[in-house]
Every structure is written in structure tokens, then in C-alpha cells.
């Protein structure tokens, strides 16, 4: 039942960020239930080392997205390829190398967490040790404990580990930190990081942008089935917003218009805002008023963006290709 004879060698680890080919291609992708479409035209492309976010609000179609991914459910239509095969025709091939983190548990009560892995280890030819991930997981000293009797967190890094017990190439988390106080979301958050950094590609399914911003190299946005947004979380942020505001002091005796900010092809409007002023503009405003007065050597005596950290407009310079606008 372990083994699969549909494709031959199964591929060397991938080494740490090797992002490039392609691991999932998903095109034109439909799915009705019950003649409702729940996925009406999905595509996107997920490459190797990253970690890709699939967002969007709670019955958008991101649960039936990935489950078709991996193989739980049929499509009515489109195109699905995992590692280079059709997984409803080597369900084998991909159940050896994808691990999907489901969104609920269907564990018994009664069962401990190293009873699990090792019993979903079981359908593995070569799983990872349990002991191994009950210790990445942070469970060690909860090890013996029944199912019932872990909290929230415990329960959802369990859910995380199972994913991984087959040493998956990709891991699918399917709403990774629901239901976790904000500390238990941040260790998750690094745990996930470490899980990347070992070599495995991550498809993140999310509702919180914030986790998006924080995890995802690329995500798509799906609402009503369909994909309504894709990109780097930054440039998703500069997309969705419509541009970038913030409020700046100027050392007394300057003003925006001495400085020529006016007439950077950034900004597109400059309001007094008491001793200061708000500028808004495009996604690259900030940056580039902060740039015309550091060649003037202006530095202000304040700045404040509106929703986004000075660091996230910096990041995003850095990881967003130039575009004109
Ligand atoms: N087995 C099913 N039978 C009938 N309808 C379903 C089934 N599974 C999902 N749906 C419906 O399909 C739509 C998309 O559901 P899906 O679970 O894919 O969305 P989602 O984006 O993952 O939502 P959530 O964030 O709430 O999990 C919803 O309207 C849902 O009610």
C-alpha cells in the first residue's frame, strides 16, 4: 500500500530557499458542490523553498483549493499538477511527498501525541522519526498526554507535525493559527520558518493578513473563487491600498515646497497637518521624500506612516521589483 511504481526516484531533498521550479501549477481550477461553485477560476503557480499564502475570507474557496490539491477531493475542471504529476492520477507519488495539515482534527480523544505520529508514520515508506518532531514541535513533555487534554496550541502543533511525519517536499497548513493566543501564533510563526529553512515548500492557507506579511514570499488572494489578488505581501499592500500616506515635521524654516517635495512624481498631495504635514503618494512616497531631503541634508524632525512601519516600506523597496505606475 506504501509503495508507488507510477514515477521513478523520488527527488533529492531541495536545499535551503532553492526557490525556482515550480512544485504546484494550478489552472482554471473549478469545483461545484451541489451545483454551488465554490471554486469558480483559481490558478497560481507555488515554487520550491517558498512559503505561499493562500488568503481570503472564511467559505472563499481556499479549503476546496488545496484539498484538490492533495488529492482529497476531485475537481469538476482545470488543471492540477503536484511535482510534475497529476495527483488523482499518482495518488501515490504525491501522498509520499505532500503532508497537509488539516484544518480540523479528526484525532480520538484518547489518543497522546506520540501515538499519532507514530501511528501516521505507519503509511510512510521513510518517515521522519517521531521523537524528532515531537521535539521540533515543543512536545516533548506532553508527549504521553491525551488528545483531549492538550490546549489549543498543543493540539495545532500536533496537527502541524502530522503533516510532516511523511518528510514531506511540501506541507500544506490549513489555518495555521486559529485559535491561538498571540504568543502561541508568534512561536508558531517561527516554527514555520524553521520547517521552510529545512528545505520543505509551505503553502500557508490564512485569513490574517498578518500572518501572510509576515510568513508568505507570494500569496494569492481568492474571493468568491476566484483569484483576486497575487503578489509579495508588499506588493498586495501598495495594490489593495490604493498608495501609501504618512506625516512628516520638518526642522522650523522648511517647508515642503522649498524642498521641491511637490514636484516628486511620487507624491500626489501635500496637506498641512498642524507643525507638520501629511504626504501621500505612491507605494514608494516615503522613500523617496526621505531621499530627496537626506540629498538636501534635511532630516525631519518627525515621521509617522499611517498603516504601515517605516521597516515594512523599506522591505518592500527591497523585495519588490521596480515597477512603473
Ligand atoms: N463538502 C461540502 N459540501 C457542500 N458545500 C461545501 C463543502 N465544502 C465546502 N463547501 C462550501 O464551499 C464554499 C467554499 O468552502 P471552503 O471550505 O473551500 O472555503 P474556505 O475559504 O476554506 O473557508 P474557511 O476559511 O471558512 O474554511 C463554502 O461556501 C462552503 O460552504
Not at 293 to 310: C, F, G, K, M, Y
Request: charged share 25%; glycine share 8%.
Amino acid at each position: 500500500m506504501s509503495t508507488s511504481t507510477d514515477v521513478t526516484a523520488r527527488p533529492q531533498p531541495p536545499s535551503r530557499h532553492d526557490t525556482g521550479d515550480p512544485v504546484i501549477r494550478v489552472q482554471h481550477l473549478r469545483k461545484s458542490y451541489a451545483g454551488t461553485p465554490a471554486v469558480r477560476d483559481v490558478s497560481f503557480e507555488v515554487r520550491r523553498g517558498e512559503i505561499f499564502g493562500i488568503l481570503g475570507s472564511n467559505g472563499a474557496g481556499k479549503t476546496t483549493t488545496v484539498e484538490i490539491v492533495a488529492n482529497l477531493r476531485q475537481a469538476d475542471g482545470g488543471e492540477v499538477e503536484v511535482l510534475g504529476v497529476d495527483p488523482s492520477r499518482h495518488p501515490a507519488y504525491v501522498k509520499e511527498r505532500l503532508g497537509i495539515q488539516l484544518q480540523e482534527s479528526t484525532l480520538q480523544g484518547k489518543i497522546t501525541p506520540r501515538e499519532a505520529l507514530r501511528l501516521y508514520a505507519a503509511f510512510y515508506p521513510d518517515p521522519e522519526d517521531p521523537e524528532v518532531l515531537l521535539r521540533l514541535l515543543g512536545l516533548e513533555n506532553k508527549a504521553d498526554t491525551p488528545f483531549d487534554n492538550l490546549s489549543g496550541g498543543q493540539k495545532q502543533r500536533l496537527s502541524i507535525a502530522l503533516a510532516l511525519v511523511g518528510r514531506p517536499e511540501i506541507a500544506i497548513l490549513d489555518e495555521l493559527t486559529t485559535g491561538l493566543d498571540p504568543q502561541a501564533r508568534r512561536e508558531t510563526w517561527g516554527l514555520i520558518e524553521r520547517v521552510r529553512d529545512s528545505g520543505v515548500t509551505i503553502v500557508l492557507v490564512t485569513h490574517f493578513m498578518d500572518e501572510a506579511e509576515r510568513l508568505c514570499d507570494r500569496l494569492i488572494v481568492i474571493a468568491g473563487g476566484v483569484v483576486a489578488a497575487h503578489g509579495s505581501p508588499a506588493e498586495l499592500t501598495g495594490a489593495t491600498d490604493g498608495g501609501r500616506a504618512f506625516r512628516i515635521a520638518l526642522p522650523y524654516g522648511h517647508t515642503p515646497t522649498a524642498l521641491g517635495l511637490e514636484a516628486l512624481a511620487e507624491v500626489t498631495s501635500i496637506t498641512p497637518a498642524g507643525r507638520a504635514w501629511m504626504i501621500t503618494g505612491t507605494d514608494r512616497v516615503l522613500p523617496a521624500v526621505v531621499l530627496a531631503l537626506s540629498e538636501q541634508d534635511v532630516i525631519p524632525d518627525e515621521v509617522q506612516t499611517q498603516a504601515r512601519s517605516l521597516e515594512d516600506v523599506f522591505v518592500e523597496l527591497v523585495t519588490t521589483p521596480q515597477e512603473s505606475s
